[in-house]
């Protein structure tokens, strides 16, 4: 009997299994914006069965009628529904404001946004690879509140200046970068980052000590995932142009020019001016060409259960629009990760990056190549009839095709390195992680000048190449214990750790002279008959730094937060007894929209008060061992009536050296309203950097070439920032905007018992650059102007109060300059380089695949010292002229413009340094328009394909200004000296890019 009942369930059992199953389709919406949800993961509970959404939110599954369904999607609230035998549902998924708290990267750990109290910029790897540039610091151009990015040029392989609010010294402030966890100088591909991180304040950088004294920059790279292989291939087809050509004049018009210069000199016009001429040669044609470029990109990623790997290849060719300028680059990277077991986790983060860049001369006053094409007059060709190579008659400037002919300058540099980490939970509240970081960089130069002859001046009769290497070795040991507890509604987080680095590098090159053969295979130090005299040179240093830091959060309620930082730094570039600095900061947040008499407003999601004051160091002006007194090999001594061999000691030194200071007060407020639909985030802050290292000028009867550094400047700058995002949809049409504004206000509060530090001279014109107390750093500096004479009477009136002439070489037409009350003429503060603000403008449009990005970038209120109207405005005409001096002053009441004076070939009054020089830098420009297609899955569900889009777009496709020259956008020069920027010597100009490309996914 038992057994039959027994027999009997099992029946029952296997029958109510094989029960006939359903089907049931339904619909996924959001609860926010009431739009249909794709991608949703539908699971039945306690079975292997699911599926997910597609385009338009729909699903479709086979299950017990009896089944519970599991609906989740990233960024909305879990939701579980009992089918009950129906075959058709609609759901309803809720934002779940927790999970979309996104959790961000600080010093040495991450954070809940919604906890942080500094100044921080959070941007994502999707943010930054939609508009599929291969350059960092161009996608950040615009983008980040307070971030201030300037092309220093347009040539392939060279980089941006990047400084966060604003330059914090007069030695130069770029910031810190720090990849996985370790400080590099090694570049990054923009499509392996997964998520950025700008610490602005010093309450969030002090941590970092004398590193973080000018922001710092954090990348988190990508990770892989449990589940399967992910494939995602892309390539971008490119072609640049320039964008914008001088308007010089054409061969006629410019014989009419030079001989009326010869005329006004009273001067015989030369026969070479006797026509006829048509148009010309034009030169800046003659240099440049359409520039094509590729960039091939490859990613691997997925993971077990105990295992995760991300691997990535990237190829970028890229031209110059100017011939003979091009680069080759390859990156490689690969991300492991390795759960050993409950406690410890361990992985590497390794990169490779080479390539090859070849170089031209720019930026260069006397030989530019692109200085050369506007400076040579427009009469010479190219070549001679014969085929040889044209040279000009007028004047030395060289002929700047045969210039890059002859060019042969290559750089090969190289990057290598990563981390190794470990990961270990203990006690259930500790964790204890350990890194050791090691980047090995090398570079490679190699330049060769050829035998040639164009014409008498520009000539070269013996044959040199020089080789050039470096090697830097840079290591970092890191390892930090972090503590963190709830008690009710405190959380407390304590984190110390320790970190010893060391930075090692060592350059040295060769030239020698005549060469065996001009051959190109053999073209060696080797095979120059001149290496017995050949030159040597080179250097090296090693720079030590051991820390000691620590962090402790604490937030009260989720409403109430602290974050304090403390960093004691040693470094070996100071003496003995000045190592050591100390590095705190304090912030704190108020979550205001948390508070009960905010409950009842529902229009708002978060309001968050932020207050942060710091200190950081910086220590980047020195030269190791400045604090002793270095010897410099090579001199030569007479003793004894014979000539010794010896060494010299060029700069005192100074054992009291210590740290930049540099404090940092940050007020900012965070808000958000309508579902965080509307968000705003702006900033007060008052940066000052004390303590400031400068080498004054040395008094000749002190006997060494060099004074040495002293701690006596100080800089302050003041500015406001704010960011205004909106977001919104109607029906499948998505939109959304970001907005960000900058102003920064730079002033030099102290520089000792200096007056002023002159600095970066340019042809005659002498110092341009003037750094004084109460202005602006590195500000232009030079006569004022007045108009011109209109006639004999007004030269003849313009006297001092002893009746001596003011502009004794001075006649009507030429440029009036201001005088004061004594006759001389004045010298005055004529322009900034820094702009009064920066914005960014982002909206990006959906609509059924269908995406439309445009990115707008503005300047106002800076100036620049168009240095190129030396040659371009002179009015002795030795050089190619504007156009517009065509308009030239000829006769009384002509013209007032200062630019516009009259022709004279011995002219000795028109090109002082002065206020004409000067122009309006402001301009708004168009970075970026793309429109990409995402193709519909169903038009290749049989391959096998997750995604494919397809987008075209254009670079730098329109700018909006009244500067005259190729390009708005100036940087600092091209010695890198801080106190030269805004200066254009006909700067590599950065091209217009059109492209088009294709994004793949397995």
């Known amino acids: 009997m038992m057994k039959n009942l027994f027999f009997s369930f099992l029946l029952f059992l296997a029958g109510t299994s094989l029960m006939a199953q359903i089907q049931i389709t339904g619909t996924v919406y959001s609860k926010d914006s009431k739009e249909t949800l794709p991608g949703v993961t539908v699971l039945a509970e306690g079975t292997n069965q699911g599926t997910i959404t597609d385009l338009d939110g729909k699903f479709a599954l086979t299950v017990n009628p009896n089944a519970t369904l599991k609906f989740s999607y990233v960024g909305y609230k879990p939701v579980e529904v009992q089918v009950n035998g129906q075959t058709s549902l609609e759901v309803i998924l809720e934002i779940d404001n927790e999970l979309l708290d996104e959790v961000v990267v600080v010093g040495y750990g991450v954070q809940k946004k919604s906890d942080v109290t500094g100044a921080l910029v959070s941007i994502s790897g999707e943010e930054m690879q939609e508009s599929h540039q291969q350059n960092i610091a161009s996608i950040l151009q615009g983008r980040a509140a307070g971030v201030t990015v300037t092309s220093n040029s347009g040539s392939p392989g060279r980089d941006e200046e990047i400084n966060i609010r604003g330059i914090s010294s007069i030695n130069g402030s770029p910031p810190l970068w720090i990849v996985d966890g370790v400080p590099t100088t090694a570049g990054v591909n923009p499509l392996d980052i997964k998520s950025m991180e700008i610490l602005k304040d010093a309450s969030s950088t002090a941590i970092y000590g004398?590193?973080?004294?000018?922001?710092?920059?954090?990348?988190?790279?990508?990770?892989?995932?449990?589940?399967?292989?992910?494939?995602?291939?892309?390539?971008?087809?490119?072609?640049?142009?320039?964008?914008?050509?001088?308007?010089?004049?054409?061969?006629?018009?410019?014989?009419?020019?030079?001989?009326?210069?010869?005329s006004n000199a009273s001067l015989p016009i030369p026969p070479s001016l006797d026509g006829p001429f048509g148009d010309g040669t034009d030169w800046q044609d003659a240099i440049t060409r359409t520039a094509a470029s590729t960039n091939h990109y490859l990613s691997f990623s997925g993971g077990a259960e105990k295992l995760t790997w991300f691997m990535s290849a990237n190829y970028n060719d890229q031209e110059g629009i100017i011939q003979k300028s091009d680069a080759q680059t390859v990156d490689i990277r690969l991300n492991t990760s390795t759960k050993m077991n409950k406690w410890l986790k361990v992985g590497e983060n390794f990169s490779f990056s080479g390539g090859t860049t070849h170089l031209i001369n720019e930026d260069d006053e006397w030989n530019a190549v692109m200085m050369e094409a506007i400076a040579i007059d427009p009469i010479t060709?190219?070549?001679?009839?014969?085929?040889?190579?044209?040279?000009?008659?007028?004047?030395?400037?060289?002929?700047?095709?045969?210039?890059?002919?002859?060019?042969?300058?290559?750089?090969?540099?190289?990057?290598?390195?990563?981390?190794?980490?470990?990961?270990?939970?203990?006690?259930?509240?500790?964790?204890?992680?350990?890194?050791?970081?090691?980047?090995?960089?090398?570079?490679?130069?190699?330049?060769?000048?050829?035998?040639?002859?164009?014409?008498?001046?520009?000539?070269?009769?013996?044959?040199?190449?020089?080789?050039?290497?470096?090697?830097?070795?840079?290591?970092?040991?890191?390892?930090?214990?972090?503590?963190?507890?709830?008690?009710?509604?405190?959380?407390?987080?304590?984190?110390?750790?320790?970190?010893?680095?060391?930075?090692?590098?060592e350059w040295f090159g060769v030239t020698a002279s005549d060469l065996i053969s001009e051959a190109e295979h053999l073209i060696f130090i080797d095979n120059a008959t001149g290496n017995q005299a050949?030159?040597?040179?080179?250097?090296?240093?090693?720079?030590?730094?051991?820390?000691?830091?620590?962090?402790?959060?604490?937030?009260?309620?989720?409403?109430?937060?602290?974050?304090?930082?403390?960093?004691?730094?040693?470094?070996?570039?100071?003496?003995?007894?000045?190592?050591?600095?100390?590095?705190?900061?304090?912030?704190?947040?108020?979550?205001?929209?948390?508070?009960?008499?905010?409950?009842?407003?529902?229009?708002?999601?978060?309001?968050?008060?932020?207050?942060?004051?710091?200190?950081?160091?910086?220590?980047?002006?020195?030269?190791?061992?400045?604090?002793?007194?270095t010897s410099q090999a090579g001199q030569r001594y007479v003793i004894g009536n014979k000539i010794v061999d010896g060494v010299s000691f060029p700069r005192i030194p100074n054992s009291e050296l210590h740290w930049e200071e540099k404090t940092s007060l940050n007020v900012g407020v965070d808000l958000a309203i309508w579902d965080d639909r509307f968000t705003f985030s702006g900033d007060f802050f008052i940066d000052k950097t004390g303590q400031m290292l400068y080498d004054?000028?040395?008094?000749?009867?002190?006997?060494?070439?060099?004074?040495?550094?002293?701690?006596?400047?100080?800089?302050?700058?003041?500015?406001?920032?704010?960011?205004?995002?909106?977001?919104?949809?109607?029906?499948?049409?998505?939109?959304?905007?970001?907005?960000?504004?900058?102003?920064?206000?730079?002033?030099?509060?102290?520089?000792?018992?200096?007056?002023?530090?002159?600095?970066?001279?340019?042809?005659?014109?002498?110092?341009?650059?003037?750094?004084?107390?109460?202005?602006?750093?590195?500000?232009?500096?030079?006569?004022?102007?007045?108009?011109?004479?209109?006639?004999?009477?007004?030269?003849?009136?313009?006297?001092?109060?002893?009746?001596?002439?003011?502009?004794?070489?001075?006649?009507?037409?030429?440029?009036?300059?201001?005088?004061?009350?004594?006759?001389?003429?004045?010298?005055?503060?004529i322009g900034s380089p820094f702009p009064d603000f920066t914005a960014g403008l982002n909206m990006n449009f959906e609509y059924k695949g269908f995406t439309l990005l445009m990115f707008f970038y503005g300047v106002y209120g800076n100036e620049i010292f168009n240095a190129t109207k030396f040659y371009n405005f002179n009015s002795s005409v030795r050089y190619n002229v504007d156009a517009s001096l065509m308009g030239r002053w000829l006769l009384e009441g002509d013209t007032d413009d200062p630019n516009m004076a009259r022709l004279n070939l011995n002219d000795a009054n028109n090109s002082l340094r002065s206020d004409r020089f000067v122009e309006d830098g402001s301009y708004l420009r168009l970075k970026n328009l793309q429109v990409e297609y995402n193709i519909p899955e169903k038009l290749f569900s049989k391959i096998d394909i997750s995604s494919l889009r397809v987008f075209v777009g254009v670079d730098n496709a329109f700018t909006l200004t009244k500067y005259s020259g190729f390009d708005p956008e100036i940087g600092i020069g091209y010695n890198n000296n801080p106190l030269d920027r805004g200066i254009d010597r006909a700067r590599y100009p950065s091209p217009r890019t059109f492209y088009v490309g294709l994004n793949l996914a397995f």
């Not at 308007?247 to 001989?259: G, P, V």
């Not at 929209?593 to 905010?598: G, L, V």
Request: charged content about 20%.
């Open 210 to 262: 004398s590193k973080g004294a000018n922001g710092v920059i954090l990348i988190t790279t990508k990770k892989g995932s449990k589940g399967a292989m992910h494939i995602n291939y892309e390539n971008r087809f490119s072609w640049g142009q320039l964008y914008k050509k001088l308007d010089l004049t054409t061969a006629k018009q410019w014989a009419k020019l030079r001989s009326e210069a010869y």
């Open 381 to 505: 060709k190219v070549k001679k009839e014969d085929g040889s190579w044209d040279g000009s008659k007028f004047n030395t400037i060289a002929n700047p095709v045969a210039h890059l002919d002859r060019t042969k300058n290559e750089s090969r540099d190289y990057s290598l390195g990563g981390n190794v980490f470990a990961n270990i939970t203990f006690l259930k509240d500790f964790s204890f992680t350990s890194r050791f970081g090691y980047y090995q960089t090398f570079s490679n130069g190699y330049d060769w000048k050829p035998t040639f002859f164009v014409k008498t001046g520009e000539e070269n009769s013996q044959t040199s190449v020089s080789r050039d290497y470096y090697e830097g070795k840079d290591w970092v040991f890191t390892n930090f214990l972090t503590w963190r507890h709830d008690y009710g509604k405190h959380d407390l987080k304590v984190m110390a750790g320790t970190e010893a680095e060391r930075n090692y590098g």
């Open 534 to 629: 050949a030159s040597a040179y080179g250097l090296a240093s090693d720079v030590r730094y051991i820390s000691y830091f620590g962090r402790l959060n604490y937030n009260f309620a989720e409403k109430y937060f602290l974050t304090a930082n403390f960093r004691r730094q040693g470094s070996s570039m100071f003496g003995p007894d000045n190592r050591w600095g100390n590095f705190p900061s304090a912030s704190v947040g108020w979550r205001i929209d948390r508070e009960n008499f905010m409950k009842s407003i529902d229009l708002v999601t978060n309001l968050k008060l932020r207050v942060g004051y710091g200190m950081s160091g910086n220590d980047m002006a020195l030269q190791p061992y400045s604090y002793y007194a």
């Open 696 to 829: 004054p000028d040395l008094p000749g009867h002190v006997g060494t070439q060099e004074m040495p550094f002293t701690n006596v400047a100080s800089m302050k700058n003041t500015g406001y920032e704010f960011v205004v995002g909106y977001k919104n949809n109607y029906k499948k049409f998505k939109y959304n905007f970001k907005f960000n504004f900058s102003q920064i206000k730079n002033e030099v509060l102290s520089l000792g018992s200096a007056t002023y530090i002159p600095a970066v001279t340019f042809m005659q014109l002498g110092y341009i650059s003037h750094t004084e107390v109460g202005h602006p750093m590195a500000s232009f500096y030079g006569y004022l102007t007045d108009g011109l004479f209109q006639n004999q009477a007004e030269v003849d009136a313009y006297v001092d109060p002893d009746g001596n002439p003011i502009q004794p070489n001075a006649a009507p037409g030429d440029i009036r300059y201001k005088a004061d009350a004594d006759g001389k003429l004045i010298t005055d503060f």
